[in-house]
């Protein structure tokens, strides 16, 4: 059936060629167009369920490095207090 669809489509003669209703009406396309919306449920399903967690993967990662970022901003905040003023490697003070 599926290649009688296509023979169809693909007629050189306009006149023999099948019109988009004869397409649509053609056996092949009936027998799956009940199939394709329960897929297409399905699908939409899981994709939401995929962006729910990919949102929620996000959100994990940002409070994860927003934490790594603030704790070693106050360590090495603290640390630096406590050595006293910066000084390059030859000794010489900052200007």
Do not use: M, Y
């Not at 489509?9 to 053609?26: A, F, G, M, N, T």
């Not at 729910?52 to 990662?61: G, M, S």
């Amino acid at each position: 059936q599926a290649k009688d669809l296509i023979k169809g489509l693909l007629c050189v003669d306009p006149k023999r060629r099948l019109s988009i209703q004869q397409s649509i009406e053609h056996p092949w396309i009936q027998t799956r167009a009940g199939e394709s919306t329960l897929h297409l449920s399905v699908a939409q399903t899981e994709l939401k369920k995929f962006t729910a967690k990919a949102r929620l993967k996000k959100a994990i990662n940002t409070v994860v490095a927003a934490n790594r970022f603030g704790s070693g901003f106050t360590k090495r905040a603290s640390s630096a207090s406590s050595q006293g003023p910066a000084t390059p490697s030859n000794g010489a003070p900052l200007a």
